[in-house]
């Protein structure tokens, strides 16, 4: 048809890694792996992980192309960072008269994904802090997000979480007119990390824990595969 998807500054750079894609948001690989898996089997991850807006499954939901809200997006992050869990979002913890208690929110949740996928779904999004497009979010922590830029600069997004807390930042003018120019790597990415940074400041940092079945490697950069004596360039 008339959709001519393209990579931000139409730069490309071959054959890389899935964690090198999610890094520098390259929506070449996000179009090529939804084909391989299919739009469909995309709409079912987004709704078990929390979206509940209505999503068609049609290759541009590979670039997010159908609208969400901020809420979602946080509920959606937030079973990344339960470790595949979904804990769907509530505004009420408890209700007491005096000492008599009412009502206390029921607490667990739901398996939306396998702990191990969303493990190394979370290694990939630490590298888009550690190096990629949200580098503007980094707080000093282990964490892991994603940057959002629609076309025109009319959506920014930042959504993130660490161990502890999911959080999601939309930048964008009421009347859908475009902005000068923000990224979900700018003013998002800032306001996620400002926000973290005081939200978690009494809280000690903790690292992603791996789940049983996975084991760490050395990757080759040039291959992406394990690591070899002739590999120049690894990364673990």
């Not at 969400?68 to 992050?77: G, K, N, R, W």
């Not at 005096?98 to 493990?119: C, E, I, K, N």
């Not at 978690?200 to 070899?228: K, S």
Request: one cysteine or more; aromatic letters at 8%; glycine letters at 12%.
């Amino acid at each position: 048809g008339a959709w001519h998807p393209a990579n931000a500054g139409h730069r490309y750079f071959g054959r890389v890694t899935l964690a090198t894609a999610l890094a520098r948001s390259l929506n070449s690989v996000a179009i090529r792996t939804t084909l391989q898996i299919s739009p469909y089997a995309v709409v079912r991850a987004a709704q078990r992980a929390g979206i509940t807006s209505p999503l068609q499954p049609r290759l541009p939901i590979a670039l997010g192309a159908y609208e969400v809200t901020p809420l979602e997006m946080a509920s959606a992050f937030a079973t990344l960072a339960n470790g595949g869990t979904r804990v769907p979002p509530g505004v009420i913890r408890e209700i007491r008269r005096g000492d008599t208690l009412l009502y206390r929110r029921q607490a667990g949740g739901s398996a939306a994904a396998s702990p191990a996928a969303v493990f190394l779904l979370t290694q990939g999004l630490q590298g888009v802090i550690a190096g990629g497009t949200g580098r503007g979010a980094q707080i000093g922590r282990p964490a892991a997000g994603k940057t959002g830029t629609t076309n025109e600069f009319r959506d920014a997004w930042f959504v993130g979480y660490t161990p502890d807390l999911a959080a999601a930042v939309w930048l964008g003018n009421d009347a859908h007119r475009p902005m000068a120019g923000v990224t979900g790597g700018s003013l998002p990415a800032q306001a996620w990390a400002a926000f973290m940074r005081a939200a978690l400041r009494h809280t000690p940092p903790q690292a992603f824990a791996m789940p049983d079945g996975l084991m760490p490697v050395t990757l080759c950069r040039e291959t992406g595969l394990q690591a070899t004596p002739y590999c120049p360039s690894t990364e673990p």
